[in-house]
């Protein structure tokens, strides 16, 4: 089945730095991805989807300027918090498809801000 | 606007009973439906989709769904619970024509399968 692979899995790191995640979908060519973030015990709640090559469409709320998301190919989408602080600490998860259905999720990457 | 519901947070079932978890969902349109399983510290793995045709629908580890137009549900089922199906479960929904739209998910339902 598709894989989607997400990089990397836990990063603790100090208040002030900039954390990338990669997402890359490893079988399959993913026209669109999504960004998702899941604080405990609750749904998922999208931040963002990005086509390849555009410019990501961000969720009301979200503010770009602190997490910017980058789909330059096919196969790779990269989203950057920028300048993190603690309450940025949270579940990230990614999530790709080739033009149809289902939607494939990476195993997420948990984020703890020191 | 799109909407998932699932009412229980938390599902207990004694290992070798059926099991359900509920969802019920609200489109302006022809919904597409989809279960999806998550355990601990990782992401979303998909356990079966509805589209279009036969209302009920088998999927990955024994699990199947009945899509019920009339009572805009499509709950999740398994006659026979295992230990190793406890994990978070989430239905999701998006409508048919939406184009670009991604899923729309319920909060999730814990489900807690008892040796």
């Known amino acids: 089945g598709a894989v989607v692979s997400q990089h990397p899995s836990w990063v603790i790191c100090k208040s002030g730095t900039s954390v990338k995640i990669e997402c890359r979908s490893l079988d399959f060519q993913a026209t669109t991805m999504f960004w998702y973030r899941q604080f405990p015990k609750q749904s998922l709640m999208l931040m963002a989807t990005?086509?390849?090559?555009?410019?990501?469409?961000?969720e009301q709320g979200v503010e770009k300027d602190k997490f910017l998301i980058n789909h330059a190919s096919l196969t790779l989408s990269t989203l950057t918090v920028t300048s993190a602080h603690p309450e940025d600490s949270s579940f990230y998860i990614c999530?790709?498809?080739?033009?149809?259905?289902?939607?494939?999720f990476g195993d997420g990457t948990r984020l703890s801000i020191l | 606007a799109q909407s998932v519901a699932q009412p229980e947070d938390q599902v207990n079932v004694a290992e070798g009973n059926p099991l359900t978890v509920k969802c019920t969902y609200s489109?302006?349109?022809?919904?597409?439906l989809f279960w999806y399983v998550q355990y601990p510290n990782r992401g979303l793995q998909f356990l079966l989709k509805y589209i279009t045709g036969d209302n009920l629908v088998k999927g990955s580890y024994g699990f199947e769904a009945e899509f019920n137009k009339s009572q805009t549900s499509f709950h999740l089922k398994k006659p026979s619970a295992l230990v190793s199906d406890s994990a978070l479960y989430f239905c999701?929904?998006?409508?048919?024509?939406?184009?670009?739209?991604?899923?729309?998910f319920g909060k999730g339902t814990r489900l807690s399968v008892i040796a």
């Open positions: 990005s086509n390849e090559g555009s410019k990501a469409t961000y």
């Open positions: 999701a929904v998006r409508v048919s024509n939406s184009g670009n739209t991604p899923l729309v």
């Open positions: 999530s790709a498809r080739e033009g149809g259905w289902p939607q494939h």
């Open positions: 489109v302006s349109g022809n919904p597409y």
